[in-house]
Antibody, heavy 119, light 108 residues
Framework: QVQLVESGGGVVQPGRSLRLSCAAS????????MHWVRQAPGKGLEWVGK????????YYADSVKGRFTISRDNSKNTMSVQMNSLRTEDTAVYYC????????????WGRGTLVTVSS | SYVLTQPPSVSVAPGQTARITCGGN??????VHWYQQKPGQAPVLVVY???DRPSGIPERFSGSNSGNTATLTISRVEAGDEADYYC???????????FGTGTKVTVL
């Protein structure tokens, strides 16, 4: 079945870096755009960024632009996000999600990985 | 940037109908998608492209979209429908994906 599994979350100090990964299975990973979406504790969903199916294009929310970089390895069915200069407001559960059609909805979602930015 | 506004909460008795609105400027010209999120779980798609349901989603979930308001309707509400619901669109002007503020549905 289609499955997405995130990993790499943890506790990190402000200003430091962290790398999250998303492992995909059950579908042709290289055919789909992929996204990161985050949810701060007790808050709503916030789109973080997108990478095109072939990795040639990336798009970011203004809140993370210049600090986060999304990449993918289609040979390993994985997507990653390198998060630099982390801030306390980046504390959230980070979900990876598939975009079945460009500019559309997210389905499925992974279970998420928690990132806590705290001194 | 494009803003989607939802009521913070909706309360409904079992067996009744819940309607969750999602307001946005000319949202009727966009495709709206809806997600259900239960505590501690990832969001699940319940309606896409305004009114279509993914396989496995009950017919009790339906959607509509016109003018400045999109609506998710849950008919014959069950206790298991208690969750947070989010609308979502793609904003072509910014090439960003936007989520609504979220609505907590409480089954009385």
């Amino acid at each position: 079945q289609v499955q997405l599994v995130e990993s790499g979350g943890g506790v990190v100090q402000p200003g430091r870096s962290l790398r999250l990964s998303c492992a995909a299975s059950g579908f042709t990973f290289s055919s789909y755009p992929m996204h990161w979406v985050r949810q701060a504790p007790g808050k709503g969903l916030e789109w973080v960024g997108k990478i095109s199916y072939d990795g040639s294009s990336e798009y970011y929310a203004d809140s993370v632009k210049g600090r986060f970089t999304i990449s993918r390895d289609n040979s390993k069915n994985t997507m990653s996000v390198q998060m630099n200069s982390l801030r306390t407001e980046d504390t959230a559960v980070y979900y990876c999600a598939r975009n079945p059609n460009a500019y559309s909805w997210f389905d499925p979602w992974g279970r998420g990985t928690l990132v806590t930015v705290s001194s | 940037s494009y803003v989607l506004t939802q009521p913070p909460s909706v309360s409904v008795a079992p067996g009744q109908t819940a309607r969750i609105t999602c307001g946005g400027n000319k949202i009727g010209s966009k495709s709206v998608h809806w997600y259900q999120q239960k505590p501690g779980q990832a969001p699940v798609l319940v309606v896409y492209d305004d009114r279509d349901r993914p396989s496995g989603i009950p017919e009790r979930f339906s959607g509509s979209n016109s003018g400045n308001t999109a609506t998710l309707t849950i008919s014959r509400v069950e206790a298991g429908d208690e969750a947070d619901y989010y609308c979502q669109v793609w904003d072509s002007s910014s090439d960003h994906y936007v989520f609504g503020t979220g609505t907590k549905v409480t089954v009385l």
